[in-house]
């Protein structure tokens, strides 16, 4: 399973996997029945998750059912017990949507929901992130989650999501943060796809960001909480969930 979930994400572009994989991962669900963890975003318990990954795969990552990576259970679970997400009416913009969140936010009766992309066919809004389509202070809420490595100006994408956030508006802008970096490593003049899977992990990838992530959200004006919400759970509940082995919640605030 590993080598084909590895196969499967290096060969084929993201947004025909998004097309076909819950079909797939439907059958696949009835072999890992059991109740070793669980999916917090839809309820339901797996004797483990599927391995997930391009180059090293990580074991016991990916939800079969609702699809959900360790990222998201854990995003899940700090909009509902640190945030406002599901009790106030709020509008949404939801960059680069991600498949197990789409259909939850689309029935929430407290959202006005957006998605948008420039590639994936999930999305509402065709759209480039270093260019957004909406006036200033619109959105009370943006999520934007593992884009700002892909894209070639992250401070200018930085900078149009603060400025389509209202006043008093917050937003989760997650990417893969290596905490053994000081700082962000990137150049620009580096295209070649094996050089940039070397340097960066990904071949799509512009950067790789070290401990400066959140000094970078900072410049481009918000006021940045790097929330270790991670650590504020059980032992129990991070094995039950399948939650990450490290990562930090940045949310971000338009004063």
């Known amino acids: ?26 059958v696949v669900a009835v072999f890992y029945a059991g109740d070793k963890v669980q999916c917090p975003i839809d309820g339901r318990k797996y ?16 939800c079969p059912s609702s699809l959900s990576l360790e990222r998201h259970r854990l995003m899940w679970l700090f909009l509902k017990n640190k945030t406002n997400f599901f009790t106030n009416n709020l509008s949404l913009l939801h960059i680069a949507p991600e498949l197990c969140f789409i259909k939850i936010f689309e029935s929430m009766e407290n959202l ?21 389509p909406f006036e200033e202070n619109k959105f009370d809420v943006v999520f934007c989650n593992h884009v700002m490595e892909h894209v070639a100006d992250d401070i200018q994408a930085m900078r149009e999501i603060y400025r389509v956030l209202k006043p008093g508006g917050w937003a989760i802008i997650q990417s893969p943060v290596y905490m053994d970096l000081e700082a962000t490593l990137e150049d620009a003049s580096i ?47 991070r094995k039950k969930f399948a939650l990450p082995k490290e990562e930090i919640i940045y949310f971000c605030e338009k004063k």
């Open 47 to 62: 004797r483990k998750f599927l391995p997930y990954g391009r180059l090293d795969s990580r074991p016991n990552a990916l």
């Open 112 to 132: 006005n929901y957006i998605s948008g992309d420039l590639e994936s066919p999930l999305a509402k809004v065709k759209m480039d992130v270093h260019d957004i």
């Open 191 to 237: 295209t070649d796809p094996k050089e940039r899977e070397r340097l960066y992990g990904q071949n799509d990838h512009a950067r790789k960001y070290g401990r400066d992530y959140g000094n970078r959200l900072r410049s481009a004006g918000f006021a940045v909480t790097e929330d270790d919400y991670l650590n504020e759970l059980s032992a129990e509940d």
């Open 1 to 26: 399973m590993k080598k084909i979930i590895s196969f499967v994400l290096r060969k084929i572009p993201r947004k025909y996997i998004q097309y076909f994989s819950h079909h797939v991962l439907r």
